[in-house]
Structures are given as C-alpha cells and as structure tokens.
C-alpha cells in the first residue's frame, strides 16, 4: 500500500509500507476459540483506509461475521478501527495520530478483541501504529539569552534547551547545528535514554569591548524523509568577570514518591554550590523540561532546590518523571542535572468485570464446557496490586476458566436441570492482591430453558373404580391424573386410551377418555349379570417433540343392582295343564307338601331369597318355610278340610327396593285320584272359557283397527283428487261456469257462490253392538267464488259444528252406511 504524506516544511513524498499479517490460532480448553492477528498500518491514514482482510485472515467465512454478530471490544473509550460485517474487513474509523496516541512509546499498538456469538469465539487483533514524519522539531522557547561574564575561561559549559521531536525512530530528532561558530562550538551529550543534551562551549574568549551582544541560531534536524528542522534564536549578552560557575552535589538524583500523595509534599532537594562571592555566588534554580508535564506537577523553590508537588499523580498515567534542573548565578554561569522521580504503585484500582458476550438462556441439556459467558478483567495497578483472582458462588454446575490476558469464560461443569433449578444467579467476583485488596463483582442472570426429558407420571401405580350396573351412557366414573416436571408446552398432558379388548370387544365400546382431563366416562350402560370387571390401559402423552409418555392400568368394577326379581324354577306355571300337589288325609303336623324352589341371578344381599305365604284357601292349615320356601302343614289334617287347597307363595329379594314374584302351588287334600280328578274339572272348563274369550276380542281389535286405517286412507285420497280438480280450473284460460246443485240458493245476496261439503260420521257405541250413530265433522270444506276476481277459487275452513246447526239447503251430505263396524268417508 502507498501513503503520501506533506510536511510542515518540506515537499510531498511518497513511500512504499508493507503490511504485515501475523496470525497465531490456538484452541482453548473452555470450548472458544482464541486467535491472534497482527497489521501494521502507518499514523493519519484517512477514514475509511482498508486495515485489513479480517475474514480470511482468520480463515472465516463473511456470513460467519454476519450470523455472530461480531463486534470490536475496546477496553478504551475509543474505537480507532471499525468492522465491515458484510465484507469481512477492518476499516480506519477516526483519524490515528500515533504521537497523540502513545506519546514517545513503541512499539505503537491498538489492541482489541473480535468477539462472535453463536458459538462464542474470542479473537485478539493487534494493529500496530508507525510513525510517519508528520512533526518538526520544536523549541519550548524561541528564543533564549545568557549573560557570560567576558573572563569566562576557555572550555566553559552553557547548558542550552533541546528540542523535542514527537515523532518516532529514524523520525526523531537527530542532530543539532550552532551557528555562527566563532565564538561557541555544540557539545551533544547522548544520554542512556535516548535524549540527547546540548551544551555551548566556549572555545574563544569573550572581549566585552569588542562585541557586546552575539546572536547564534540553534538549529535541531530530524532523520526523516524529508528532513524537518526547528530553531532556536541564542542572544549571548557579554558580562563583566563572572569566574567561578555553580557546581550541582550530584549530576543525577533520585526520588520515590506514592501516587495520589496530596499536594505540597516534597519529593527532593537538590543543591548546588558557587565559589564566587556576592551576586555572583548567588543560585537559583529552575526547570527546563519542555513539551511536558512536568512543570505541571512539580515545582522547584529558586533559592533551596526543593522539588514539591503541585499536582496530581498516578501511577497508571505515569510510572516515572526525569526532571531537568539549572542552577544559575547571577553572573550568568550555569550547571545542570536531573532527577528521576519512581512513582510508587498504590492499590488505588478496582478490577474492572467488563462483560464481552453472555447468553441470557441456555438450553438445560447443554453439554459441558459450553460457554455462557466471556468476560475481561481489568485492573490498572500493577504487581501484587493488579493480580486478580476471580471466583462464582458456591455450589453452581458453573465454573470459570481462564484463557490469557484476563480473560474468562463461565462454562457449565456439570449437567443441567431445569426442573431442579429453572434460574441462577451467578456471582462473579475479582479481588486483587493488594493490601487491603479491593474487589468488584457483577451479577449475572441467567434462564434455563426447558427440554422434554421428563415423561408424564400418573399420581397412582394403578386405579381402581367402581360403577354401579344399569348406568346411564356418558356417565363420569373417575378421573386419572398424570404430572408431568417439564414445562409448558413439553408439560402439557393429554390422555389416550389405549387398544384393547374386553371379552372380544374393542374396550372403546365400553369407556371413553377425555384427552384433557383424564375424565374417564362410560360410553354404554353395563350389566353385572354379564360383565363384572375389566381392564384397560391409559397413555397419558405430553406435548413435547418428540413426545414422551407413560401408562397405567385401570380396573373397572361393576357393583350390583337389584334389577332382575326371583325366577321361580319348582312348582313349574304350565298355561294347559293344572298341577296339584297331594296331601293325604291322615297327614301329621309338620308334613312335607312340597317345596318352592326360586333363583335370583343377582349378587350379594340382592339375591338373598325370603318366601312368605300370601294368599291360602287355608291359612291355618299351611305354612311355608321363609328361607327355604318348604311348605308343611302345621295342624292335622281333617275330614271337614277342603279338598281343593289354593297357595299363593310370593318369594321376595333382599335388595333395595325389593323385587318379588309369586307363585301359585294348588293342593289336593284326599287320599285317592277319583276324588282328586272330580274336584278339579270345573278348573279346565273356565281355563278354556276363557282362552276364548280372549282371542275373540284380540281379533276384534284387530278388524276394527283395519277398518280405521283404511278409511284414512280413502278420505287422505279424495281430499288430494279434489284439490288436483282445483287446480285444473284455476290455471285454465276458458270461463268458469258455476254450477249450481239442486239445494243452491244465494243465502247472502251478494253474489258469493258457496258450496258446502258436509261429511258425516257413521260410528259404533259398542264394539259388541251393530247399531250405528253419526256423527258432523267439526269442520266444513267451503269452495267460495269471488266475483271481484273471476277465475279465482278460494277454500276455507268454517269453524261450525254440524251438531250445533240444522242442515242447510246449501249442503249435500254424502252417508255412507256399512254393516257394523261403520266407516266413515
């Protein structure tokens, strides 16, 4: 790359500077990625000037940049370099003068960091500043006057101001020129420290009669390309005899002194000693530093060389200070030293916790080692007073990781869980080694977002319920519950009942689930006598990706219901034949007769069976056994006892309500079957009579009933052929001829034809009878003509009962008589 560059003095040149990349790439044990980069750019290049290819110098792609939003991290207030994410390069942002910048320090260098986000990268970038010759060198003071006594001997010393040179290197300041030379010749003293010192010499004597005044021209010349150079005008003004000049104790002195000492205190003294006498051994002393502050901190007393403060200082602004002292007497001769002034480091600084990336949520199955958050330490002491020692608070699945330069990552050591804990704040603190130690500290928030690593568990192993039989459909049994430590969406549980059949039927057709609230209802109505108990499983599964979930097994019982009554199995009910149990005459107290067998296909108490004797042509000759339902004669049996014995035995339940049935028992009290079969006949007779009966009336319903809906039918038939009819005459074009039957007459006068249909019913009393009677509709079918319309035909209903009125002459009734049972049309 090429820079031009114009001097204060001189011409425009150009030259010809190389940059040089330096990139060293190392991986850190903290899981970021730690490179250096190194450019060499000159001082004053304009805003925009290219640093830089960043990218590929740390072999990174541009949208790398762009996607981790990577940005510079100065510790500085300043930012003299800018990133162009788009392009992957580093750009001049303001203006760098390297002598505002570091002063007369080199190696010139801006340091910075590069940080990326996703993963966290940390890249450090030294760009380094060379100096340009862009600065003369200058002279505090313009002008500068002696007085030398004219017995000033050969060889004498005149300390002159040296010039300072901003610049740096072959641009710093390299020579000095004196002119005339008649008089004075220029002694260059080159100090340990780079400095040079000048002093006049006397190399002829001075006569004060001669030439009273001399003017010389001190000239101080740089080594840059092209060559710049300040003056200094030097007016010598010739004294009397001055012979003896003053003489410093020590050429170098030095102090020590704390920062921040307040002002006033004294530093040093220095003394020096003049051999004349009067005016003449007369010193003062004063400092000659220029271009710096020193005089802005220090003060030297004329008359004793006591050096005190009078300003502020710092140790991490200025490690040191090199005082140039003159001692002068009034005569005009002059000596010099200097004093070096160590400033002593004071643990004055905190550290500073800068944050350089953190993340606000980490995932809970992070791996370990990954980085949360990087972070700068800073602390301006130096020693024991800047060495710093950071630490989190105990026990967190957290640690810090140091890298180089002071800087940290807060990486997880060990697994998280967000159900344990869903945030932490972690406590980072950095105390120094000093005395007394000062520390700082920052605190860091941090979410744990959740992960679906939890399955829903059931608050029971198992259920069991019960439900008691003849239910109704839809019915709510019980309710399962599953809980699931994950966390909204992954949290949410919902319920699955799982396939599976009960006695070959698919478990759906006999219970539902409700997805959301684990409610379980009863799709149909169950039967104990047919299914007692079943079981299913239910699948409680959360809303996760992928979805977790677990099961369990529920048992359903059916409780009984006293639904179903006593079922009678002996005696047997035959519809055709009567069976009676017999009972000898000569039988004794306590005689078997027989025994009512019963069975209830109920459960429990509900099928528990008590007989009791209900209706008896004897009670006092029978009794029946309430739990067993043996029926035993409890007296003697005697002639005068009836032969024909009717038991009426009712066997109940013990539910509740109780269910019953009876059963009649017919008992023959004889000793022979002649006597038994001549008894029982009549019982045959009226059996059959009445066999009869009943299927004649059964038939009779049954014809009636035909009858009926065939003449709904009939009457359903007419109404439609005659609304049909209607219809015809209202959509013909030809004219209407009213017809007019033999009972019309205009009962109204206005011109209003109306034509009753009258039907009348024709009904039966008695279903038993053929005698008819009949009956007026409670409706009449009226076809009126309106003569405002001609054509238009218009039905109502008149609300009149033909029972109420006489016929009129306009009516025509149609009857229709039938053998009983009658119709009606």
């Known amino acids: 790359m090429k820079y031009k560059h114009t001097g204060p003095f001189g011409s425009i040149s150009e030259r010809t500077m190389t940059r040089q990349v330096l990139l060293f790439m190392c991986l850190l044990s903290v899981g970021t990625v730690l490179g250096q980069v190194s450019y060499t750019i000159p001082e004053e290049m304009p805003k925009g000037s290219l640093v830089g290819n960043i990218a590929h110098d740390l072999g990174l792609q541009t949208k790398r940049l762009t996607s981790g939003k990577a940005r510079i991290y ?56 060379t100096d340009i010759n862009d600065n003369a060198p200058t002279f505090e003071k313009n002008e500068m006057k002696f007085k030398i006594s004219e017995s000033a001997i050969t060889g004498a010393k005149f300390v002159l101001e040296r010039a300072v040179d901003l610049d740096v290197g072959i641009n710093d300041l390299k020579n000095y020129e004196l002119k005339p030379t008649d008089n004075f010749a220029l002694k260059v003293h080159n100090n340990a420290d780079g400095n040079k010192n000048i002093e006049m010499v006397l190399q002829k004597p001075l006569d004060r009669e001669k030439q009273e005044q001399i003017s010389l021209v001190l ?16 007016v010598i003004t010739v004294l009397d005899v001055n012979d003896n000049a003053p003489i410093f104790s020590q050429s170098t002195y030095k102090a020590t002194v704390t920062e921040n000492s307040p002002k006033g205190t004294v530093v040093a003294t220095v003394t020096a000693t003049d051999a004349d006498e009067g005016s003449n051994g007369k010193i003062s002393y004063s400092i000659t530093n220029t271009l710096d502050d020193v005089r802005k901190v220090f003060l030297v007393n004329l008359e004793n060389g006591e050096i005190s403060l009078i300003g502020n200082i710092d140790f991490e602004e200025s490690r040191s200070y ?30 500073e916790i800068n944050i350089l990336s953190k993340s606000s949520m980490i995932s809970e199955d992070a791996k370990l080692n990954t980085v949360v958050t990087m972070i700068n330490i800073e602390d301006k002491d130096s020693g024991e007073n800047g060495n710093v020692k950071c630490f989190i608070n105990e026990n967190m699945p957290f640690t810090l990781k140091t890298s180089t330069n002071n800087f940290y990552s807060l990486v997880t050591d060990s697994e998280l869980d967000r159900e344990t804990a869903s945030e932490y704040n972690i406590s980072v603190s950095c105390s120094d080694e000093g005395v007394p130690s000062l520390s700082s500290s920052v605190t860091l928030t941090l979410q744990i977002s959740d992960v679906n690593d939890n399955a829903p568990v059931f608050e029971r192993s198992s259920y069991e319920a019960y439900i008691v039989e003849n239910n109704t459909p839809g019915l709510s049994i019980f309710t399962v519950k599953a809980r699931d430590a994950d966390w909204n969406q992954n949290a949410r549980v919902s319920y699955i009942l799982e396939d599976s059949s009960v006695n070959g039927v698919p478990v759906s057709s006999h219970v539902s689930v409700s997805a959301d609230s684990g409610v379980i209802h009863a799709v149909r109505s169950f039967d104990y006598e047919q299914i007692k108990d079943f079981y299913f499983r239910v699948k409680a599964q959360d809303g996760g990706s992928p979805p977790l979930s677990s099961n369990v ?35 004794d107290v306590g005689y078997l007769v027989t025994k009512v067998v019963a069975v209830d296909v109920d459960s429990g108490q509900n099928a528990w069976l008590s007989y009791k004797l209900q209706k008896a042509t004897d009670r006092a000759l029978f009794e029946v056994g309430s739990q067993n339902g043996e029926i035993r004669t409890i007296r003697q049996v005697t002639d005068k006892d009836a032969v024909k014995q009717r038991l009426t035995v009712i066997v109940e339940d013990n539910g509740q309500p109780s269910r019953s049935a009876t059963v009649v028992v017919n008992v023959a009290v004889a000793d022979s079957f002649p006597e038994v079969l001549s008894e029982f006949t009549d019982f045959t007779h009226d059996k059959e009579y009445n066999d009869n009966l009943t299927f004649y009336l059964v038939l009779a319903l049954a014809v009636v009933s035909f009858l009926f809906i065939t003449c709904v039918v009939v009457i359903i038939s007419v109404k439609i052929y005659r609304w049909r009819q209607s219809r015809v005459l209202y959509h013909s074009n030809l004219p209407v001829i009213p017809y007019y039957p033999p009972r019309y007459s205009d009962t109204l006068g206005t011109g209003t034809l109306q034509h009753v249909y009258n039907y009348e019913v024709c009904r039966t009393t008695d279903s038993r009878k053929s005698d008819c009677k009949f009956g007026r509709a409670g409706s009449q079918n009226v076809l009126i003509m309106d003569p405002s319309s001609t054509g238009t035909m218009q039905r109502i209903q008149s609300e009149k009962s033909i029972l109420d009125e006489p016929d009129s002459p306009l009516e025509v009734s149609y009857r229709l008589f039938h053998s009983s049972p009658c119709q009606l049309f």
């Open 74 to 129: 100065t510790r500085g207030s300043d930012e003299y370099i800018e990133l162009n994410r788009e392009r992957g390069v580093l750009l001049v942002k303001e203006r760098i003068d390297r002598e505002a910048l570091c002063r007369q320090t080199t190696p010139c260098a801006l340091h910075f960091q590069i940080i990326l986000e996703n993963p966290m990268e940390l890249y450090t970038v030294t760009v380094q500043i």
């Open 219 to 234: 000239t101080a010349v740089d080594g840059g390309e092209p060559q710049m150079s300040g003056t200094m005008m030097i």
């Open 322 to 351: 090199e005082i140039n002292l003159l001692a002068s007497d009034e005569g005009g001769l002059t000596d010099s030293c200097k004093l070096i002034v160590d400033i002593q480091d004071v643990n004055d600084n905190k550290p």
């Open 553 to 587: 097994t529920v048992k359903i019982l059916i409780q009984d219901q006293n639904d179903n009554p006593p079922q009678v199995l002996y005696p047997v009910q035959t519809g055709g034949s009567l069976v009676a149990e017999m009972v000898p005459r000569s039988a």
